[in-house]
């Protein structure tokens, strides 16, 4: 792991959150996209090395919609860089943590994903994720 790529946030209305978020770091978004199969939408900005995301649910079973129903909004993950995402899992696998889909997916921004189980992380729902080289 090499850098905290980005911090998800929950958030109920992400036009309303853009214009937030907007005003709160004096820049736009940089981008929007819809990731259907996790069924979310989210917005990405940069701050330096690292980036804010924002999701917003849209249906009512997308993970996000759950956690915001149980916290309300807020800080949803953090996501750490890696260059090997294969072999990270491996490696956090072997020190014990719960890699909660062991087999990368294709998240927002071009990235590869895999989380971790919060319940051996302190409560905090980790994001490993790694470029996607096309
Ligand atoms: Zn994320």
Not at 60 to 77: R, W
Not at 88 to 95: A, N
């Amino acid at each position: 792991m090499h850098k905290i790529e980005h911090l998800g946030i929950a958030v109920k209305d992400l036009t309303a959150s853009n214009e937030l978020f907007s005003k709160l770091l004096g820049v736009a978004p940089y981008k929007e996209e819809e990731v259907a199969s996790e069924g979310v939408k989210t917005s990405f900005f940069e701050m330096g090395e690292s980036k804010i995301e924002l999701l917003e649910a849209t249906k009512e079973d997308s993970p996000i919609a759950k956690f915001i129903e149980k916290k309300g909004e807020g800080i949803h993950h953090i996501a750490f860089a890696v260059s090997d995402i294969h072999k990270e899992i491996e490696r956090l696998k072997g020190e014990g943590f719960i890699v909660l889909n062991e087999t990368p997916k294709r998240g927002a921004d071009n990235k590869w994903v895999a989380f971790l189980h919060p319940k051996n992380t302190n409560g905090v729902l980790v994001e490993l994720c790694q470029d996607i080289e096309e």
